[in-house]
């Protein structure tokens, strides 16, 4: 790892506070960045060049990678929608940043396949675990801008919109509830065989053909949420 990493357990809001009332080395404690209410996603696996900083987007199967924008829908009859083009989160949270009356979720599916729920529905799948059960937050320091770039950003391709280079607030990584085992996986879609989507390591999971990240590192969004995720 490049970085001093703070595990801080739980999502969200917490971190802050909490790691600065840790009462070892409290002097020594590097300021940690806090997760923004609106976030995208990029893959975090910082030794690997092709991987790291890939954007993830939603494709018509889940979380993928190897895109520059996000599938969306914008229903005829609603006519002027917003004009998000990534997949953004709300609320800290892993809700998916839409306007559709009712919004929408995310979950992981029992074998792992990050999904987002259909418009208007908050309903899991049985055996899937909602947005708000086995993802753990861990803060990034604030980086010194010049230093990130001169460690990580020369070597990230910036002007290649499937990558997002900018210098990450944290990451998410996943391990079900009373699991021994986590982690998150880019495997090859079985809806799509040229798309590659995003899967958190669950009991069931049980694919080989996948390849391990470290996480999925998150970045302020400022942009426009979208009408609804497919
Ligand atoms: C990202 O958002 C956090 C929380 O809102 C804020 O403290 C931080 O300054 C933002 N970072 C950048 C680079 O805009
Ligand atoms: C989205 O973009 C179109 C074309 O640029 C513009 O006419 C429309 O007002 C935008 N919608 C919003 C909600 O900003
Ligand atoms: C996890 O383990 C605890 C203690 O054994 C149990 O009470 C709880 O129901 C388990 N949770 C899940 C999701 O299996
Ligand atoms: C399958 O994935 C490829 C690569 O991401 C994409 O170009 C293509 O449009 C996808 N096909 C369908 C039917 O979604």
Redo the contacts with the bound molecule.
């Keep these: 790892m490049l970085y001093t990493h703070y595990l801080l357990g739980g999502l969200s809001l917490l971190p802050t506070t909490f790691a600065l009332a840790l009462p070892h080395d409290r002097d020594h404690q590097p300021e940690l960045q806090t997760l923004s209410n609106f976030y995208t996603l990029t893959v975090y696996k910082p030794h690997d060049r092709k991987l790291n900083a890939l954007k993830v987007e939603e494709n018509y199967g889940g979380f993928g990678i190897y895109q520059a924008s996000t599938a969306s829908y914008c229903p005829e009859q609603v006519g002027a929608c917003p004009n998000g083009t990534e997949l953004a989160f709300d609320g800290g949270t892993l809700y998916p940043y839409s306007i559709v009356p009712g919004g929408q979720d995310s979950y992981v599916e029992s074998d792992g396949l990050i999904q987002i729920t259909v418009q208007h529905s908050h309903s899991f799948p049985p055996g899937s675990y909602p947005e708000y059960?086995g993802w753990t937050w861990t803060a990034f320091p604030v980086f010194d801008n010049h230093n990130w770039w001169h460690n990580h950003g020369n070597r990230c391709p910036k002007d290649n919109p499937i990558y997002n280079c900018d210098p990450p607030s944290g990451f998410f990584d996943f391990k079900?509830?009373?699991a021994t085992v986590g982690g998150v996986m880019a495997c090859p879609s079985t809806y799509n065989s040229s798309a590659t989507v995003i899967y958190a390591v669950t009991p069931d999971f049980k694919r080989t053909d996948c390849v391990k990240l470290d996480g999925l590192a998150t970045h302020n969004y400022t942009g426009e949420p979208v009408w609804a995720y497919y």
């Design positions: 059960e079900a509830p009373n």
